[in-house]
């Protein structure tokens, strides 16, 4: 492995998979008609008493929002605190200050956010490259740019692989496609310049990834890959991760098995499918990008929203 890779695994949280004891797999990894696009399909669980495991989901998002929203040096400062001293006090303040950088605006897609960030991490074993909460100035403002920046590297192309996060909730899943591959576009097929959608963003990453990557040499490697006047900035490659919540009233009987339930998920994400392929041919190029397309049904993403913002005052 070389320094890169270590400097990249060393950013990566490991996990147990505590998540699939809440959501259950219903489709995995399946291309996408004339694109690049990977497809995976998760419902939620339902337990032996009946009940859909939504708000014990949304219990277990809201615990990783210090993996999420805090920078890892600051996590990792935290940790030898604990084990020097055995207080869990810095811990303690880390969750105080992330709570606060999670905005209260009834419409936020904050908890999709979080969902694409444990699925890029649990599923596609890809790390976050930057906490983009962390630089928000005020918990009641949207962070304006990607929903997440995620970061691997291909030892057979020797590139840098930036995959660009979408995450869209909505009722409806044909108006979560369509908003969300807009958004992607301009992410992923954006030439270099002052004015381009990435610009904002990449600036963010150099000016603070110090905060994240605890070693200057391995900081140095990596923002080479995003320095114009760098050789190595022609070997950066925009790739995408989307999360994509919507309605499904496929959850309504309760007295349908979970199979059940999965089998007529099934049968709907056919359609799905064409959808995605067209929405991605809209735009020229695209077809040609590697895009990660993760699926959630909901028995509603309104509901969803409104507890997720319960347990975030709480």
């Known amino acids: 492995m070389n ?52 708000e014990d989901l949304i219990d277990f998002i809201d615990e990783k929002i210090v993996d999420y929203a805090i920078p890892k040096k600051k996590i990792d400062e935290a940790k030898k605190y604990l084990a020097d001293t055995g207080s869990t006090s810095k811990i303690l303040k880390l969750k105080k200050q992330a709570v606060e950088l999670f905005t209260s605006l009834k419409k936020t897609g904050e908890g999709g956010e979080l969902l694409l960030y444990i699925l890029a991490i649990e599923i596609l074993k890809i790390p976050q490259l930057i906490s983009k909460m962390s630089l928000k100035t005020s918990g009641e403002l949207h962070y304006q740019g990607s929903d997440g920046i995620h970061v691997k590297y291909d030892d057979l192309t020797k590139s840098l692989n930036l995959y660009w996060g979408e995450s869209k909730m909505y009722k409806n899943i044909s108006k979560a496609f369509l908003e969300c591959f807009k958004s992607l576009n301009s992410y992923l097929l954006d030439p270099y310049s002052y004015k381009s959608t990435q610009e904002r963003d990449l600036v963010l990453i150099t000016d603070n990834i110090s905060q994240n990557i605890n070693n200057e040499d391995f900081e140095n490697l990596i923002v080479a890959y995003f320095d114009k006047d760098n050789d190595l900035s022609n070997k950066l490659t925009y790739k995408g991760i989307c999360f994509i919540g919507y309605d499904s009233d496929k959850y309504e009987d309760d007295a349908k098995t979970m199979d059940e339930v999965k089998k007529e998920l099934l049968i709907e994400l056919e359609k799905h499918y064409k959808s995605i392929s067209t929405q991605i041919k809209k735009y020229s190029g695209l077809d040609k990008k590697e895009i990660h397309v993760f699926l959630m049904p909901f028995p509603s993403v309104e509901d969803f929203r409104k507890y997720y913002l319960n347990t975030l005052k709480a």
Request: aromatic share 8%; glycine share 4%.
């Open 3 to 54: 320094r890169i890779e270590k400097a990249i695994d060393s950013l990566l949280i490991e996990t147990k998979g505590e998540i699939f004891s809440r959501i259950e797999k219903v489709s995995f990894e399946v291309t996408v008609l004339e694109t690049q696009a990977k497809c995976y399909c998760y419902s939620v669980k339902r337990d032996n008493n009946g009940n859909l495991r939504v």
